[in-house]
C-alpha cells in the first residue's frame, strides 16, 4: 500500500519570544505597539510540525510537504529567509495580519481556501498539521476549524508523535491531562494533526535546502492573494498587560542551611 | 433571550470532573446575570444519569444526554457529533464547557458547524450592559482582554483551574436521551490506551500545591568544574518524593537533550513550562537554575507565590517575577531542604 502523503502545514509567525510586547487600541481593534517593527519567528509549534512534516516525508517517498502561511508579506519574506533553510517545502503565502487579536474562524477560512486551492491535492492522501496552539492568539481553534471546512473529521490536538504503520494505520500520541498521552489509532488520511512539541530538535541551518526552497519562496510570495480579516461580530473591551509586578526581595547574604530552613517553612506554610 | 448551555462528558468512572463543575459555575453565574435566560446542561459519556443525578440541584431547567459505549472515547468525531446533537435539540445559543483535553480537540469545530464561533482558555465570564464579555490571555499569558461576540452559538471554553467549582448537591435529574446515530466514518479513529508514567515516576501533579522547577543550570558544571548530573538527578527526584510537587522545567533544559547533550532523564517537554510549554495553576512555584526569562515566565502566569534560587542577582527573578530570589548554590540548598523535608516528614 502507498504511503506517500500530501502533508500540509498551517503555520504563521510572531513576535519573536525575547520582545517585550505592549497593547494598542487602534480603530480596527487591539494590536501591538510597533507590530511591523518587531522581529518575527515562525510560530514555535507550527515549527515542530513543519519539521515533524519533513521527517515524515523524507520517511515515505513520493510525499511533499507544502507551508500555508498567512502573514504580512514582507514579514513573512523576513521569517521565510531562515524557514526555508531548515526543511524543503513548498510556500503557499497569504498577504494579510498574523495578529493575535484576529478571529481564529476568519484565520481558518482562510487557510482552509488555500488548501483546497492547492493544485493536485488529493485528499485521500491528505494530512493537516498545524501547532496545537499559536504563541499569540493561542486559542487551539484554528486547526479543527481548518478540518471541518475541509471535511476532515479524523482530528487530533497536542499531538507529540505520529507513526505510520505500513499499512497506512495512523498510530497517534496526543497530550491530555496530568502528564499523560492518549494513544489512537486513525485508519489513514485524510487527517488532521495539531502539534504540541513533538521529537525532533529544531533542523540546522542547511543552505542547499534554502536555495532550492527560494525558488519558489520568492514567487510564492510574490502572488500571495490580499487576504483581510473583519472580525465581524467580535469586539473587545481592552487589552492590558497584567498589572502585577512582584517587589522583588534579593537574598545574597544567607547560607545554604538557612535558606533551605526558610524555604522549608514557606513551602509548609 | 439567551440559552446557556454546558456541555460535559464524564469520567471513566461516571462521575464529572473539578473542570466540569467549574464551567457549571461560571454558566451559572450567566445565568444569573442575565434575567430571562434559560439554562440547561448536555451530558456525553457511556451513561449519564450518574453525573446528572449529581448536580441535580442547579438551577438548569432541563438535562440532555448523548449516551452509549461508542461516546466513552475521547474522540473528535464521535464528540463533536454529540455535541452537535446536543446543541441543536437545546437550541443553545451560549455554550459553556470545560477546556479538557477532550473538549479542546472537538468545540472549535462544532462552533463551525453550527455557524458559531468558539473562544477558549476563557478564565472570566461577566454580563454588563446585556452583553456577555469573556476574559482570556493573549501572546501566551502576556496580556490580558475582554471580549465580546454577536454571533452565536457562542462556545466558551473555561479554563480548569480558573474558577469556583459548583458545589450544587445532588438529587434525582431527569435526563432526555438524545439519538446520535454515527455512521462509520465517525468511528475510522479508535482510541486504544493511554500512556502514563509509572506512578511513582509520573512527576507531572496538576493538583500539587507548589511547582519546583529546574533550568539548565542544573546540567552546567559546577565550581569544581566538573557537571554533576547524579547529583541533580538525586536532589531533584529526593525534593519531588518528598515535597509531592509538580516538576517544570525551562525550555533550554528539555530541548538539550535533542541537542544530543547530557540531560536529567526524566524530563520531557511535557514538563516545560512557559512560551512553547504549560502554564500550570499552583499555589506556590519554586525555581532552581533558571534565569527567569521572559519565554519561560510567561508560563507562571498563574502561580501564586515564587520564590526562586539562583547564582545570578540579576536574573529574570530579579526584576519582578520572583517574590524571593535566593542567591545560592542550588545543589547545596536542595541537599538541605531534602535533609530538612526528611526530618520534618513530607511537605
Redesign the interface.
Known amino acids: 500500500m502507498s504511503t506517500a502523503y500530501q502533508i500540509v502545514v498551517c503555520g504563521s509567525i510572531?513576535?519573536d519570544?525575547?520582545q517585550?510586547?505592549e497593547?494598542v487600541a487602534t480603530p480596527t481593534g487591539?494590536a501591538?505597539k510597533n507590530e511591523m517593527m518587531l522581529p518575527a519567528v515562525l510560530d514555535?509549534?507550527a515549527g515542530h510540525a513543519l519539521f515533524e512534516a519533513a521527517n515524515l516525508a523524507k520517511k515515505l517517498p513520493g510525499s511533499k510537504v507544502w507551508l500555508v502561511s498567512l502573514g504580512p508579506k514582507a514579514k513573512l519574506q523576513q521569517v521565510m529567509m531562515t524557514v526555508a533553510q531548515k526543511v524543503p517545502f513548498e510556500l503557499v503565502a497569504l498577504d494579510g495580519p498574523a495578529s493575535?487579536?484576529t478571529?481564529?474562524?476568519e484565520t481558518?477560512a482562510a487557510l482552509a481556501d488555500a488548501i483546497a486551492a492547492i493544485p493536485g491535492l488529493n485528499k485521500s492522501r491528505l494530512l493537516v498539521f498545524g501547532g496545537w496552539e499559536s504563541?499569540?492568539?493561542?486559542?487551539?481553534?484554528?486547526m479543527?476549524?481548518v478540518?471541518?471546512?475541509l471535511g476532515i473529521?479524523?482530528?487530533?490536538?497536542?499531538v507529540?508523535q505520529l507513526t505510520v504503520n505500513a499499512d497506512g494505520l495512523l498510530e497517534i500520541?496526543?497530550?491530555?491531562?496530568?502528564?499523560?498521552?492518549?494513544?489512537?489509532?486513525?485508519?489513514?488520511a485524510p487527517a488532521v494533526l495539531g502539534w504540541?512539541?513533538g521529537?525532533?530538535?529544531e533542523p540546522k541551518n542547511n543552505p542547499q535546502v534554502g536555495m532550492v526552497n527560494m525558488r519558489t519562496v520568492m514567487p510564492a510570495l510574490q502572488k500571495a492573494r490580499p487576504t483581510k480579516l473583519t472580525g465581524e461580530?467580535?469586539?473587545?473591551?481592552?487589552?492590558?498587560?497584567?498589572k502585577q509586578?512582584?517587589?522583588?526581595?534579593?537574598?545574597?547574604d544567607?547560607l545554604?542551611?538557612d535558606?533551605?530552613?526558610e524555604?522549608?517553612e514557606?513551602?509548609?506554610k | 433571550m439567551e440559552t446557556i448551555l454546558v456541555l460535559a462528558h464524564t469520567e471513566t468512572d461516571g462521575s464529572l470532573a473539578k473542570s466540569a463543575r467549574e464551567a457549571l459555575h461560571a454558566a451559572a453565574t450567566l445565568h444569573k446575570s442575565f434575567t430571562g435566560s434559560k439554562f440547561v446542561i448536555g451530558l456525553i459519556g457511556e451513561n449519564v444519569q450518574a453525573a446528572a443525578n449529581s448536580i441535580a440541584a442547579c438551577p438548569a431547567t432541563k438535562y440532555f444526554g448523548v449516551t452509549g459505549a461508542e461516546f466513552t472515547q475521547p474522540r473528535y468525531a464521535t464528540d463533536a457529533t454529540a455535541a452537535e446533537a446536543i446543541c441543536k435539540v437545546a437550541q443553545a445559543t451560549v455554550v459553556v464547557a470545560p477546556a479538557t483535553s477532550r473538549w479542546a480537540r472537538v468545540l472549535p469545530g462544532v462552533a463551525q458547524r453550527l455557524g458559531g464561533r468558539a473562544d477558549t482558555h476563557v478564565t472570566g465570564v461577566a454580563v454588563a450592559d446585556g452583553k456577555i464579555s469573556v476574559s482570556r490571555w493573549y501572546y501566551r499569558q502576556r496580556m490580558e482582554g475582554v471580549s465580546t461576540r454577536t454571533q452565536r452559538p457562542w462556545f466558551i471554553g473555561i479554563d480548569p483551574g480558573s474558577q469556583a467549582a459548583c458545589e450544587c448537591g445532588a438529587g434525582a435529574a431527569t435526563v432526555e436521551n438524545v439519538a446520535v446515530p454515527l455512521s462509520d466514518a465517525c468511528q475510522r479513529t479508535t482510541v486504544v490506551g493511554v500512556r502514563a508514567p509509572a506512578a511513582d515516576a509520573q512527576t507531572i501533579r496538576p493538583d500539587a500545591q507548589l511547582l519546583f522547577v529546574t533550568g539548565a543550570g542544573w546540567t552546567k558544571k559546577q565550581a569544581d568544574g566538573q557537571t554533576h548530573l547524579p547529583e541533580a538527578e538525586k536532589l531533584i527526584l529526593d525534593f519531588l518524593k518528598k515535597s509531592r510537587a509538580s516538576l517544570g522545567s525551562s525550555k533550554s533544559l528539555v530541548d538539550l537533550g535533542g541537542e544530543g547533550q547530557a540531560v536529567l532523564p526524566f524530563l520531557s517537554h511535557m514538563n516545560q513550562v512557559g512560551q512553547t510549554g504549560a502554564t500550570p495553576r499552583h499555589a506556590k512555584g519554586l525555581s532552581t537554575c533558571c534565569h527567569g526569562e521572559e519565554p519561560h515566565t510567561v508560563g507562571w502566569r498563574f502561580i501564586g507565590e515564587r520564590r526562586a534560587v539562583n547564582l545570578d542577582p540579576n536574573c529574570g527573578w530579579a526584576r519582578g517575577k520572583a517574590d524571593v530570589l535566593y542567591v545560592a548554590d542550588a545543589f547545596k540548598v536542595m541537599a538541605k531542604i531534602n535533609e530538612l523535608l526528611a526530618a520534618t516528614g513530607t511537605a
Open positions: 510572531v513576535p519570544p525575547l517585550t510586547l497593547p487591539p501591538l514555535p509549534w493575535g487579536f478571529d481564529a474562524t481558518a504563541a499569540s492568539r493561542g486559542a487551539g481553534a484554528t479543527q476549524i478540518g471541518e471546512r473529521t479524523d482530528q487530533f490536538q497536542g507529540d500520541l496526543e497530550r491530555i491531562e496530568g502528564g499523560k498521552h492518549q494513544i489512537s489509532k486513525c485508519a489513514g504540541a512539541t521529537n525532533l530538535p461580530g467580535l469586539s473587545f473591551a481592552g487589552v492590558a498587560l497584567p509586578l512582584r517587589e522583588t526581595q534579593i537574598v545574597k544567607k545554604p542551611d535558606i533551605a530552613q524555604i522549608v514557606w513551602i509548609k
